[in-house]
């Protein structure tokens, strides 16, 4: 009789888990778990939800500083896109982040058209233009129409203004990391009529700071357009392709009321000042920012306010050219200064500031008209 043959139970090895990998407890991950579809959620929204903590922050900032500030200003980014052009965000998006980071306006200046107008009225952000125009872009603010550019951008400049809008010239040496204008774009804008608006800051695929090496290159050309005797009013935009961008750096624009209309005519009189955080004001006798004073005015007393509730790094004073003074306020909120109107300057005088975590801001300058006045051309 044949004994039974009996069966050896198999028993698999329990996988071994490599030492120090995982903390016991752990095997169950719950973004591991989860669907793509809800990852591409987050991978969206967290981001932007960091970024509106920031922007909130900045704008607790702000409302700080106004309180040591002695003039009421609105606060505003006059160059943005949305999905309407090349923007990553809707209509929506862009303005919930506008209101998070504070702003008292947002214009919407989508490229190809004013096909965003009816639903930025909506969610309450006003509309510009922003076509593609010869050598440059050109930014357009309160024409509502939609503008086509010509070969001559000079020209185009002065169409918009003849048809009631406010043409400005954006990010004009080139944006961050790699578009850098040619030569030949550059002295284009010595064909342009005075005064004239131009972006010395541009925040275009930056977060949390707007400025680079471009915004850089920037402020030196308008130093030498305003060296060479031209008037050219600063803003600071951030160029916005993605809610993510904006509130980063803005114009704080000296209007009596916070409407489209009166917004621009400050802007475009040069009534404004740009920044990332710093409140700055700048006056020459009884001449502000963006006017001109004569040769009565050349002892007049020079005034410089600048004000941030996290603390003051810097205060230059510039021009013709050149950093005239320097003040370091070591962590001060607030700097008043006045002094005299140095006698040697001949083309205008402006103020900007640092604080103490690096952010900028830059008066509009006060253009001067005193004896031996001259004009050259932007040099090469």
């Known amino acids: 009789m044949k004994a039974k043959a009996t069966r050896r139970k198999t028993v698999k090895p329990k996988p071994r888990r490599r030492s120090g990998s995982l903390i016991p ?34 704008a607790r900032r702000t409302e700080q500083s106004r309180a040591l500030f002695p003039r009421k200003f609105y606060r505003g980014d006059c160059h943005a896109h949305s999905q309407h052009s090349d923007g990553i965000g809707t209509v929506a998006e862009m303005a919930a982040m506008a209101k ?8 919407m200046t989508d490229h190809w058209g004013l096909t965003q107008a009816r639903e930025c009225r909506r969610h309450g952000l006003w509309v510009g233009q922003e076509p593609v125009a010869h050598l440059h872009h050109l930014g357009i603010l309160g024409l509502t ?7 001559d951008l000079a020209r185009d400049v002065r ?24 030569p030949e774009a550059i002295q284009a804008l010595n064909a342009l009529p005075d005064p004239f608006l131009m972006e010395i800051v541009n925040g275009a695929n930056n977060i949390v700071s707007a400025f680079d090496y471009t915004d850089a290159a920037a402020i030196a050309l308008w130093d030498a357009l305003l060296a060479s005797g031209r008037r050219v009013h600063a803003m600071g935009n951030t160029d916005a392709h993605s809610p993510h961008g904006l509130g980063t750096v803005w114009n704080g624009v000296f209007a009596p009321r916070c409407e489209e209309a009166a917004i621009v005519r400050a802007l475009r009189g040069g009534r404004c000042f740009v920044s990332e955080a710093p409140l700055l004001d700048m006056s ?39 950093v005239l003074r320097a003040w370091h306020p070591d962590g001060k909120p607030v700097v008043n200064l006045t ?42």
């Not at 169950?28 to 903590?53: A, G, H, I």
């Not at 918009?160 to 961050?176: A, C, E, Y």
């Open 25 to 58: 407890g752990f095997e169950q991950r719950p973004n591991r778990l989860k669907p793509e579809s809800d990852l591409q959620d987050m991978r969206w929204q967290k981001p932007l939800d960091y970024v509106r903590f920031i922007l909130e922050d900045a």
């Open 339 to 380: 002094l005299p109107l140095p006698a040697d300057l001949r083309t205008y005088v402006r103020a900007e500031a640092v604080s103490m975590d690096g952010k900028r801001g830059y008066t509009n300058p006060v253009y001067l008209a005193l004896p031996h006045r001259h004009t050259r051309p932007i040099p090469r």
């Open 145 to 151: 129409k939609v503008f086509v550019p010509g070969p």
């Open 284 to 322: 020459v006798g009884a001449a502000g920012m963006g006017q001109r004073i004569g040769r009565r005015a050349a002892g007049a007393p020079l005034r410089i306010v600048a004000a941030d509730a996290r603390g003051l790094m810097r205060v230059r004073l510039i021009g013709d050219g050149k």
């Open 100 to 107: 998070a980071a504070g702003l008292d306006f947002q214009f």
């Open 159 to 182: 169409a918009v203004t003849r048809q009631g809008g406010t043409p400005f010239i954006p990010h004009p040496t080139g944006w961050w990391p790699s578009r850098v204008y040619e």
